[in-house]
């Protein structure tokens, strides 16, 4: 099993910055995919950005230049830079994972995909 714990949310301004973290722990043999979503009260959880185990990154319209997606392959740690930070920003703030992980003792894996708990950002006009 892969566990994911997010990091780094708290109250802010607008126009201010939070660097939330993802680590993942666990009998992990690979990650591939990573991805930052997040759900605001009443609306659905959505794509915040995601990136590859080679760095490639996708970052949702809404946050194109103010957050940055990126990650630390040896440390299986995702970060969210977020910048200019707006009152529609705040969400609980998401990580997810798939990869591979090892069964039991042995050299065998078998896919997992994870989710962590949530962090609450929170941007005051």
């Known amino acids: 099993q892969v566990r994911l714990v997010e990091s780094g949310g708290g109250l802010v301004q607008a126009g201010g910055s939070l660097r939330l973290s993802c680590a993942a722990s666990?009998?992990?043999?690979?990650?591939?995919?990573m991805g930052w979503y997040r759900q605001a009260p009443g609306a659905q959880r959505e794509l915040v950005a995601t990136?590859?185990?080679?760095?490639?990154?996708n970052h949702a319209d809404s946050v194109k230049g103010r957050f940055t997606i990126s990650r630390d392959n040896a440390a299986n740690t995702m970060y969210l830079q977020m910048d200019t930070l707006k009152p529609e920003d705040t969400a609980v703030y998401y990580c997810?994972?798939?990869?591979?992980?090892?069964?039991?003792?042995?050299?065998?894996?078998?896919?997992?995909?994870?989710w962590g708990q949530g962090t609450q950002v929170t941007v005051s006009s």
């Open positions: 666990g009998r992990i043999a690979r990650i591939n995919a």
């Open positions: 990136i590859t185990s080679g760095g490639s990154t």
């Open positions: 997810s994972a798939d990869g591979r992980a090892y069964i039991n003792s042995g050299s065998f894996t078998r896919a997992f995909s994870s």
